[in-house]
């Protein structure tokens, strides 16, 4: 079965960093383009960014950095200059799949 774990959400302060981490199984990771999307209270599903199995990255946002150890098959997320805008819950997927997500809660 696929699994999609994230985790390292919680509480910051805006202006400070986080950074997620997305453990999968069951597919192969490494041939797989990976994302992460985020999703803000009553707002609908948004992409934060892609790399795909080759390293090339696809992001949407200047202040996070996309990044994968295939080796360990897991997915990272390094969030920077955090912005109460930027609270919501965080996936990780790939295609239509994504896993359970973790909270990002920023505080001003």
């Known amino acids: 079965d696929v699994q999609l774990q994230a985790s390292g959400g919680g509480l910051v302060h805006a202006g400070g960093s986080l950074r997620l981490s997305c453990v999968t199984s069951?597919?192969?990771?490494?041939?797989?383009?990976m994302k992460w999307l985020r999703q803000a209270p009553g707002e609908g599903l948004e992409r934060v960014s892609t790399?795909?199995?080759?390293g090339t990255i696809d992001s949407v946002k200047d202040r996070f950095t996309i990044s994968r150890d295939n080796g360990k098959n897991t997915l990272y997320l390094q969030m920077n200059n955090l912005k109460p805008e930027d609270s919501a819950v965080y996936y990780c997927?790939?295609?239509?799949?994504r896993g359970q997500g973790t909270l990002v809660t920023v505080s001003s």
């Open positions: 069951g597919f192969t990771f490494a041939r797989t383009a």
């Open positions: 997927g790939f295609n239509d799949i």
């Open positions: 790399i795909n199995g080759d």
